[in-house]
T-cell receptor, first 112, second 114 residues
Framework: DAKTTQPPSMDCAEGRAANLPCNHS???????VYWYRQIHSQGPQYIIH???NNETNEMASLIITEDRKSSTLILPHATLRDTAVYYC?????????????FGTGTRLQVTL | EADIYQTPRYLVIGTGKKITLECSQT?????MYWYQQDPGMELHLIHY???????EKGDLSSESTVSRIRTEHFPLTLESARPSHTSQYLC?????????????FGQGTRLTVV
């Protein structure tokens, strides 16, 4: 699975959009971009994933560049409850030979 | 709603004891994973399984062992617990069908070895 690079921390004011970047320059054609978050020490929670098109769900939007070497997770109106560590992961979507490895992630702090 | 359960949630045990951490899922997922995480630190993959009778070592070496006799069950065992095993252990599962292949996590077991 391709390696990802994320900033270690970010701040965002409540009500504003939080844009979390992720670099994955060695991504392969059959690898998807997944985002998870971990609030305090709970189990990580799935947010969204995509292959090459932008995706949106009730939690967030995922913007993937045309060359697929980077992506941005967007929380459109961040709240205090969005304070968490956000992980960007690149992996094959449904293949059997695919571990699920987390990096260091980005610690997002949402403030008043 | 994730249907993956870990027991116990908290465990305090003496050095040298044998322990088994339970993980069960009712989603029929083929893949299951165990992670170890110290407070404020990274999630480290220690074991994973692609299906029944399949187990693999993860990225972080661990003295624990796992088994996968049934699809829904993936227990982790420490034959002789030591204080260095004190950590949080998180179990996860994921499917392999269609678009929805995300992983679901249990609530974790916080292990303290005294």
């Amino acid at each position: 699975d391709a390696k990802t690079t994320q900033p270690p921390s970010m701040d965002c004011a409540e009500g504003r959009a939080a844009n979390l970047p992720c670099n994955h320059s060695t991504i392969s054609g059959n690898e998807y971009v997944y985002w998870y978050r971990q609030i305090h020490s709970q189990g990580p929670q799935y947010i969204i994933h995509g292959l090459k098109n932008n995706e949106t769900n009730e939690m967030a939007s995922l913007i993937i560049t045309e060359d697929r070497k980077s992506s941005t997770l967007i929380l459109p109106h961040a709240t205090l409850r969005d304070t968490a560590v956000y992980y960007c992961i690149v992996r094959v979507g449904a293949g059997t030979a695919s571990k699920l490895t987390f990096g260091t992630g980005t610690r997002l702090q949402v403030t008043l | 709603e994730a249907d993956i359960y870990q027991t116990p949630r908290y465990l305090v045990i003496g050095t040298g004891k044998k322990i088994t951490l339970e993980c069960s899922q009712t989603m029929g997922h083929d893949k299951m994973y165990w992670y170890q995480q110290d407070p404020g630190m990274e999630l480290h993959l220690i074991h994973y399984s692609y299906g029944v009778n399949s187990t693999e070592k993860g990225d972080l070496s661990s003295e624990s062992t796992v088994s996968r006799i049934r699809t829904e069950h993936f227990p982790l065992t420490l034959e002789s617990a030591r204080p260095s095993h004190t950590s949080q252990y998180l179990c996860a599962s994921s499917g392999t069908q269609g678009w929805r292949t995300e992983a679901f996590f249990g609530q974790g077991t916080r292990l303290t070895v005294v």
